[in-house]
C-alpha cells in the first residue's frame, strides 16, 4: 500500500500531491496543494485528499484522481473557504464531499472541476458555496447538491441516477445544462434563482421549485414535466 502523506499546511509555498491518501491538518497556518500526475487512491482512508483546514486551495492542475468505487474524491470537514480547482475526480463513492455543521457557513468553491462515474453522489457542497464552470456526469444519486445561499453557474450535470442539481434556500442556479436525470433536473427550495437553464430528457420534471423561488429565461424539453 501508498504510504499517507500527511503535511501542514504551509503560508506561503504550494505544496505537491504525489500520491494517496493525503491529508491536510490543521497546525502552522494555512496553505496551497497541488497535484504533480494522475493518481489513484489504495481505499486505505474514507478520503482521497481530506481537509479541516480553512482558507485552503486544492489544485489537481489539471490531473485526474482515481477511486476504486467507493469512498469519498475530496471530502471537507468543518473548515470554510476550500478552493477546488482545475481537474477530474472519477470513480468514488462521492466526488466531493463539504461536511460542516448545518449552522457554519463553508464557503467552498470548484471551479473548472470534472465530477465522474461516482457510485451515489457527485458534489455536495455546504452552505454559500459555490460551483462555476463544473461538469458532473454519471452520479448514482443526486449529481450537485447544495446548502442554502449556494451559488452554481455553467455547470453541466448528465445522466445522474437522481436528480440532477439540489438546492437550497436562496441558492442561484445560472446558465446550467442538465440532461438525462433519473429524477428531476433542477430541484429547488423556497426563495431560489434558477435563470438561463436548460433542463432537457430527465424522467420527472425539467425544473421544480417550491414557493417563492424564480425561474427566468430557462428551457425545459422532453421532460416528464416542464416547470
Known amino acids: 500500500l501508498q504510504s499517507t502523506q500527511t503535511y501542514c499546511s504551509g503560508s506561503d509555498s504550494r505544496t505537491p500531491i504525489s500520491e494517496l491518501p493525503f ?22 482512508l474514507s478520503a482521497a485528499i481530506s481537509t479541516g483546514v480553512s482558507n485552503t486551495t ?6 485526474t484522481i482515481y477511486g476504486t468505487g467507493s469512498g469519498t474524491g475530496i471530502s471537507i470537514e468543518n473548515a470554510n473557504n476550500v478552493r477546488i480547482i482545475n481537474g477530474t475526480i472519477s470513480g468514488f463513492g462521492q466526488g466531493v464531499e ?17 465530477v465522474e462515474n461516482s457510485a451515489i453522489r457527485g458534489i455536495v457542497l455546504g452552505k454559500h458555496s459555490r460551483a462555476t464552470s463544473c461538469t458532473v456526469r454519471n452520479s448514482g ?10 451559488n452554481i453557474s455553467d455547470c453541466t450535470v ?65 421532460n416528464a414535466g416542464g416547470v
Open 158 to 222: 448528465d445522466n445522474s441516477g437522481g436528480d440532477g442539481i439540489v438546492a437550497e434556500a436562496s441558492s442561484i442556479i445560472k446558465d446550467c445544462i442538465v440532461t438525462n436525470s433519473g429524477g428531476k433536473g433542477i430541484l429547488t427550495n423556497g426563495g431560489c434563482l434558477v435563470r438561463g437553464c436548460l433542463a432537457a430528457d430527465n424522467i420527472d420534471y425539467g425544473i421544480d421549485v417550491t414557493a417563492g423561488s424564480q425561474v427566468v429565461e430557462c428551457a425545459s424539453n422532453s
Open 98 to 114: 463539504v461536511v460542516t455543521p448545518i449552522t457554519n457557513d463553508s464557503g467552498t468553491s470548484l471551479e473548472n472541476v470534472t
Open 141 to 150: 444519486t443526486t449529481g450537485i447538491t447544495c446548502m442554502e445561499g449556494s
Open 58 to 63: 486544492i489544485d489537481l492542475n489539471g490531473f
Open 23 to 44: 491529508v491536510i491538518f490543521s497546525g502552522q497556518g494555512d496553505g496551497s496543494y497541488y497535484l504533480t500526475s494522475d493518481l489513484t487512491d489504495d481505499g486505505s
